[in-house]
Structures are given as structure tokens and as C-alpha cells.
Nanobody, 128 residues
Framework: QVQLVESGGGLVQAGGSLRLSCVVS????????MGWFRQAPGKERACVAA????????YYADPAKGRFTISRDNAKNTVYLQMNSLKPEDTAVYYC?????????????????????WGQGTQVTVSS
């Protein structure tokens, strides 16, 4: 059974930074692509960033470009989301998710229906 555990959320002022972590167990981490998704109240869950098993292929949603960085450490079974220059509109529950790896690139990495396993989510609140 695959388990994903997020950490690193919290309350931060606008302009601040947070680093989210997601530790994966129960799966061969190097065989899975990983994504970070977020869901704000009243909105659909959407991909913020995604990364292929090797780390070579990445995807960033427009709101994340230039501010967020996704990375992974396969030796630690961990994926990270470094979030800088945070804005109040970044406030949401952030989820990490895993999918079997394939040759997807770009926006294909962001297809939510292909992600099979999900963490419980971590709240990020950005105050103005």
C-alpha cells in the first residue's frame, strides 16, 4: 500500500516562503512521477507542479512559474515544493500525489486523473 505524507504547511505572510515535503512509502519511488496539487475552498483541485521519476521532466502551472520549484530526492523517497514570494491567492490545501511513470512531458504530467495515490494534504495560509 502506497502512503504519502506531506509536511511543511503553515501560516506565512505575503512575500514569504515555505517548503513542502512529501515522503512516499510502499512503492518503488524511482518508478513513479510525482505531483503537487492544491485546492482552495470552492475551487477544483489543480496541479501546481509535477516531476518525472528522474527529475528531468517537470511541469509548472502558470501561477507557480518563477516562484515555485519542485524537486525530488529518490534516495530519501521524498518530493519537495519550494514556494517563494507567496501570495494570499496561494492559500489552499496542498496535496502530493503519485502516478506510474510514463513518457509524459509538460502539461501531460498534470493530468489529475492519472494520479492514483494521494497524501492527506497540508494547509498553506498566506496572510496579506
Amino acid at each position: 500500500q502506497v502512503q504519502l505524507v506531506e509536511s511543511g504547511g503553515g501560516l506565512v505572510q505575503a512575500g514569504g516562503s515555505l517548503r513542502l515535503s512529501c515522503v512516499v512509502s510502499g512503492s518503488t519511488f524511482s518508478n513513479i512521477d510525482m505531483g503537487w496539487f492544491r485546492q482552495a475552498p470552492g475551487k477544483e483541485r489543480a496541479c501546481v507542479a509535477a516531476i518525472s521519476w528522474s527529475g528531468v521532466r517537470t511541469y509548472y502551472a502558470d501561477p507557480a512559474k518563477g516562484r515555485f520549484t519542485i524537486s525530488r530526492d529518490n534516495a530519501k523517497n521524498t518530493v519537495y515544493l519550494q514556494m517563494n514570494s507567496l501570495k494570499p491567492e496561494d492559500t489552499a490545501v496542498y496535496y502530493c500525489a503519485a502516478r506510474p511513470t510514463d513518457a509524459s512531458t509538460g502539461q501531460a504530467l498534470a493530468v489529475i486523473d492519472l494520479y492514483r495515490d494521494w497524501g492527506q494534504g497540508t494547509q498553506v495560509t498566506v496572510s496579506s
